[in-house]
């Protein structure tokens, strides 16, 4: 017995959704991206002066979610802005690409 959650609500550990590429429940998988690779030492050493709250901001990592089953990405997990849900490329496709058309204007 599984339960499934809505892939907006995902966390820190691989659990059960509805993949809406596959249309199947399967297992998501973590992947960490560090967004800030060589800054590392840079940051340590401002940090040692910052908040918190500050800290664990700069110090999270981006978070991806894939579906086990397909290997799609089915969400993103940004530290600072949070969770993007993905979906599968439908009909939204096309107004998603002219908001960012507008956006570049
Ligand atoms: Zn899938």
């Given at each position: 017995m599984v339960t499934i959650i809505p892939?907006?609500?995902?966390?820190?550990k691989p659990e059960w959704i509805h993949c809406p590429f596959c249309s199947t429940d399967a297992l998501t998988t973590l992947e960490q991206v560090d967004p800030i690779g060589e800054a590392n030492g840079l940051m340590l050493f401002l940090c040692c002066c910052m908040p918190v709250t500050v800290y664990k901001t700069l110090f999270a990592k981006d978070i991806r979610y894939r579906c086990s089953?397909?290997?799609?990405?089915v969400a993103y997990r940004h530290r600072v802005n949070g969770i993007t849900v993905r979906e599968p490329p439908a009909h939204i496709e096309e107004e998603y690409t002219s908001q960012g058309e507008q956006m570049k204007l």
């Open positions: 892939t907006s609500q995902l966390g820190n089953n397909c290997q799609n990405e």
